[in-house]
């Protein structure tokens, strides 16, 4: 790259030709000012504040949109160069409504800020202040058009960044303004309410519906707790109060986006309905009781259980949404005082195909690369999943690599997802058939020779098994299985084998069916072919669904590992933790999340122990879950609600949201990202740390921490790859210790090579199609998440989203007679929920969808529990269901 | 009243076939609309989403180019379009009312059109034929020396 010179404010200075005025400014610690520039997006070069003057020739240029020339001499702030530049504000003030004092922006508004830079309080022009135009018909954005400066930043955001295209500008001189399709309101227009835009508005153009403080003084960088993303935010607070949340630009994958839920969804943190206090069961009602008493009930019971019956008697069910030290401490807690492997996590429901999958394929159970990588793929298949509404961050990744990147998109999903416009190809297989479909790329890319064959060589083991297996295949039986033309599938697999770097990207689509760990070896088997798996911009992305799924996991919240994937069958492992906790510990792996619930009912589990989870919910077949609850001998839930199945517990022990306490989560990237205490607790909740150290305390059994840093002093000593996490001062820590040992990109396989995995497609069993036609998938919706315990108590979430839906093709519900808003009752062999329906082009013939997340219809009634064979985890994507129209009264 | 029933439907296989010319040309959104607007008369609505899937752009995007020029409409147009002059000439010599004289007629106000889609009503800043002033233009015809009589027969003749 050439270097260029030029004198700037009488210094010479250097940089690469092509570097941009102000860029060179900066970098030279010199301040220019500006409205419309941001370093993430295009230069419209639209508010002209930042105008240099060159002095040779006098031209006076936007110093944002201007290249370096060799021999340029640029003054930044000569009195010329200050005129104008006084002017161009002077000019914006005259327009600008004289609100500053009820502004939400406040001292937060840029305009504001750079006109007291300058020194400009009286505006000597005559003022032709606009006149409000005020929009806030929904709940998060509010629009004032006149004090829009029409610098285009939340135009650009809205195209460049997350790539939704919700808005520009409608006509033009003194009428232009940004706009929607048609001018129509935010609801009713492709906006997706990200809030991206509002935290780029350099004005108080944007804010958020509703006064949220003005100016607070305080911000606490943190992690959001929905999604698996793990986005840094940072949260505002004001008199012990969150009002704002803002994508913060440093640390997560973000990159200063955000979506809804991040946004607007954190303030369930401050729902009247939070648990304040410990509450214990008498006669079948709870009493509001002491920290004390609650915790000598709940102790005295489970060692009750375990005196009399042995650890194996007990369970604990821990959280994907506690942090990584909550995790550790509640699977010690487990082993160390009660004595039992019989720990899980929900998140295992998700990703248990993936960790056994992907483990036994390239020894890694997790996201292979970083999101940042995934825009430099050439070719992205995206498989089973819908990253715009699961994980949004993800999603923006995706169509920000398709549109300016070149990057081609093979969407695999029977539904119409939110990528899939962007998509070159869009297969659609029938539920559940995709291993069909993977098999089928596979032996196409084997018999045409598109494969990595020094890679297949080097790197991995078993291939002649797989091809083997491969060749067993009958082509001609994949296009009446999957449905999908045998020219598509032939053009997926050249596509994909063709690129440099081909990615893949999957979720629950893929691990929630009874054949998922099988489904995820294939792509698995599909990246090794390809020799895509230890490369840049290649890999294997498993989305998780819950923030710290991948943390619950990593910390040995898992009835067959100890902390770090440390297989707890093997002596010499379960040596160094005996050695360590000073306690023998199980030899034998204990049950998995479902079947705790199993051995409920049938009376072998007595006491359960549960941690931010609320299985009535999350599970399927809500009530057998609930037979099973209520068999207990002893329930104690720990949680920030009186949920579902806290209402079946002994014992409620009231916990803390991430807000409220300090902690680490680990997102689907295996980025560790710090959660900070940013406001006191609600009542006299704790955190969940606190209360598990009382707990053991209680039980006679204390575990050696009085802090939180002891905890994570023990998570590195035990944890090969978070070695050091916690000691890092960066705001976020990736790749955390033994990069090797976690990462294969850049690392060696973990067990030496990759290993292909033979595995067949089999018919499910012909289910007997009595009376259930349809075909129901479950997903999440943008502006619900998980169970719903959090969404539905975020007060603008359930405004603006309020009612469950079963969202049909148009077709079909002609064929049943039935019309938008009707209502419907959706039943299954297991149960039966209503929902409004809602017609849809999105779906195939006779195939129903309904988001998981609305505790008023949970879509879980309506499942039975089949057990993926090797991860043990359900089926939960999809079962048959049968459809029929409610009479509007009842 | 009913305008709407009056604006011919729009032939969306038609719109389909022009569009599907241009798929996956980015650069090519202006000469698309011009192409549609010498077929159809203006631009749709309608074809904003297809033009935005074709060329791999937003439909915002598509809008804002199109709100953008003058030269480009959103609306059906007058078979003919009736420009007033408003320059400084024709102002001297009455073109105010004559304005007000052509609204009377047209029954339609600047930017509008009239119901039988027969007239469309603007305004010009200057024609350059200020000699002849006061002046409108007719279709691409130059009418000078303008009065109320005159006026009223140009826009009975061309109703007629």
């Not at chain 1, 000569?78 to 609100?99: G, W, Y």
């Not at chain 1, 004390?292 to 709940?298: G, H, K, P, R, S």
């Not at chain 1, 375990?306 to 069910?317: H, I, N, P, Q, S």
């Not at chain 1, 990703?351 to 070719?379: C, H, K, M, P, Y």
């Amino acid at each position: 790259m050439q270097t260029v010179t030029i004198t700037l404010d009488g210094r010479e200075v250097s940089a690469d030709a092509g570097t941009t005025i102000l860029n060179l400014a900066r970098e030279s610690g010199i301040k220019i000012p500006t409205l419309c520039h941001d370093p993430r997006l295009s230069s419209p070069g639209a508010c002209r504040l930042c105008i240099v003057e060159e002095e040779k020739t006098g031209a006076l240029m936007a110093s944002c949109v201007t290249a370096i020339t060799p021999g340029m001499v640029i003054n930044t702030h000569s009195a010329r160069v200050m005129e104008h530049r006084k002017t161009i504000v002077k000019l914006m003030l005259a327009s600008h409504p004289d609100t500053c004092l009820v502004c939400d922006k406040g001292n937060r508004c840029q305009l504001r800020q750079i006109a007291s830079d300058m020194g400009i309080g009286l505006v000597d022009f005559q003022r032709l202040p606009l006149i409000a135009d005020i929009q806030e018909i929904n709940p998060f954005i509010r629009r004032d058009l006149s004090k829009c400066i029409l610098c285009a930043r939340c135009i650009r955001a809205c195209q460049e960044l997350v790539v939704q295209g919700a808005v520009d500008y409608l006509g033009r001189g003194f009428s232009s303004k940004p706009a929607t399709l048609g001018d129509a309101p935010l609801d009713r227009s492709e906006c997706t309410f990200c809030g991206v835009c509002l935290s780029v508005c350099p004005t108080g153009s944007l804010t958020e519906v509703g006064w949220t403080g003005g100016t607070t003084g305080q911000s606490v960088p943190t992690t959001c707790p929905f999604c698996g993303c793990g986005c840094s935010i940072s949260l505002e607070v004001k008199d012990n109060q969150v009002v704002r949340a803002t994508p913060a630009m440093e640390g997560g994958a973000n990159h200063g986006t955000l979506c809804v839920r991040g946004s607007f969804g954190w303030d369930f943190i401050h729902s009247p309905d939070r648990l304040t206090r410990p509450l214990v069961k008498s006669n079948g009602k709870f009493i509001e009781t002491t920290w004390e008493q609650a915790l000598e009930t709940a102790a005295g019971q489970l060692a009750r259980i375990a005196a009399e019956d042995g650890g194996a008697r007990l369970a604990v069910l821990g959280s994907s949404k506690c942090t990584n030290e909550e995790n550790y401490l509640l699977q010690r807690f487990a082993r160390f005082v009660l004595g039992t492997n019989n720990v899980d996590n929900g998140g295992s429901l998700y990703s248990s195909a993936t960790r056994v999958g992907l483990s036994s394929s390239i020894g890694f159970a997790g996201s292979t690369n970083r999101l940042d990588e995934l825009e430099q793929a050439e070719v992205i298949i995206v498989a089973g999943c819908d990253p715009t509404s699961s994980a949004p961050s993800v999603g923006y990744a995706i169509k920000r690599a398709v549109k300016f990147r070149g990057a081609v998109l093979v969407v695999v999903d029977p539904r119409l997802t939110g990528l899939a416009p962007f998509a070159r190809l869009w297969l659609r297989p029938r539920p559940g058939t995709d291993l069909a479909l993977l098999n089928a790329m596979a032996r196409m890319i084997v018999d045409e020779g598109l494969l990595d064959e020094e890679f297949v060589a080097r790197k991995t083991d078993n291939f002649e098994a797989f091809k083997a297996a491969l060749l067993r295949l009958n082509p001609e039986s994949v296009e009446p299985i999957t449905g999908i033309p045998h020219r598509d599938i032939q053009d997926g697999a050249r596509l994909f084998a063709a690129a440099g770097q081909a990615a893949i990207v999957y979720g629950s689509g893929i691990t929630q069916y009874p054949n998922g760990t099988d489904t995820v070896k294939a792509l698995a088997n599909l990246a090794l072919l390809t020799g895509n798996v230890r490369r840049k911009g290649g890999g294997i992305y498993p989305l998780q669904r819950e923030n710290n799924a991948q943390g619950a996991a990593d910390m040995g919240m898992l009835p067959d590992f100890l902390p770090g994937y440390q297989d707890l069958r093997d002596v010499t492992i379960r040596r160094k933790f005996e050695e360590r906790w000073n306690t023998p510990l199980p030899a034998v792996p204990g049950v998995t999340a479902v079947e705790m619930l199993e051995l409920a009912r049938q009376g072998t589990i007595k006491g359960l122990y549960v941690v931010g989870e609320n299985p009535i919910l999350s599970f399927p077949n809500s009530r057998q879950t609930r037979d099973s609850l209520t068999a207990l001998d002893f329930m104690v839930v720990q949680d920030m609600f009186l949920t579902e199945t806290a209402k079946l517990a002994h014992v409620v022990l009231p916990a803390v949201s991430f807000a409220e306490k300090d902690g680490t989560f680990t997102n689907f990237e295996g980025r560790v990202c710090p959660v900070r205490r940013s406001v006191g607790p609600a009542g006299q909740s704790l955190p969940d740390w606190q209360i598990i150290i009382r707990l053991s305390q209680k039980m006679g059994r204390p575990m050696p921490f009085s802090s939180l840093q002891q905890v994570s002093d023990e998570i590195e000593e035990l944890v090969p790859f978070y070695q050091g996490y916690s000691g890092l001062e960066a705001p976020y820590v990736d790749e955390p210790g033994l990069k090797e040992a976690r990462r294969t990109y850049g690392g060696p396989f973990v067990k030496g090579f990759a290993r292909f995995s033979p595995v067949e497609y089999v018919p499910p069993p012909e289910p007997a199609l009595d009376g259930y036609p349809f075909t129901l998938l479950t997903g999440t919706v943008l502006y619900r998440f998980g169970s719903g315990t959090r969404s539905s108590n975020a007060r603008r979430l359930k405004k603006f989203y309020s009612e469950a839906f079963v969202e049909i093709n148009t077709a079909d519900a002609a064929g049943l007679g039935l019309r938008d808003g009707d209502r419907a009752r959706i039943m299954s062999r297991a149960g039966d929920v209503t929902a409004a329906v809602r017609t849809s082009d999105a779906l195939p013939p006779r195939a129903v969808f309904m988001p998981i997340s609305f505790p008023e219809a949970p879509a879980a009634n309506l499942f039975e529990v089949v057990l993926d064979r090797q991860s043990k985890s359900p089926a939960f994507k999809s079962c048959a269901v049968r459809i029929e129209r409610m009479k509007p009264d009842g | 009243m009913d305008e709407a029933k009056r604006t011919p439907p729009v032939d969306m296989v038609r719109l389909g076939e022009i569009v599907s010319g241009f798929k996956g040309q980015r650069w090519a959104l202006i000469p698309l609309l011009q192409r549609i607007q010498s077929e159809v008369g203006y631009i749709p609505p309608e074809s904003v989403p297809l033009i935005s899937r074709a060329l791999g752009l937003f439909a915002s995007q598509v809008q804002g180019v199109i709100s953008f020029y003058e030269q480009l409409y959103t609306e059906p147009r007058g078979k003919n379009v009736v420009r007033v002059c408003r320059g400084t000439a024709c102002h001297v010599r009455g073109g105010k009312t004559i304005l007000k004289l052509v609204k009377r007629h047209l029954g339609v106000e600047e930017g509008q059109t009239t119901p039988d889609l027969e007239y469309t009503l603007e305004t010009v800043a200057c024609i350059g034929v200020c000699a002849l002033a006061p002046n409108i233009v007719i279709g691409s015809q130059v009418h000078g020396h303008l009065n109320p009589r005159k006026v009223e027969q140009l826009l009975k003749r061309g109703a007629g």
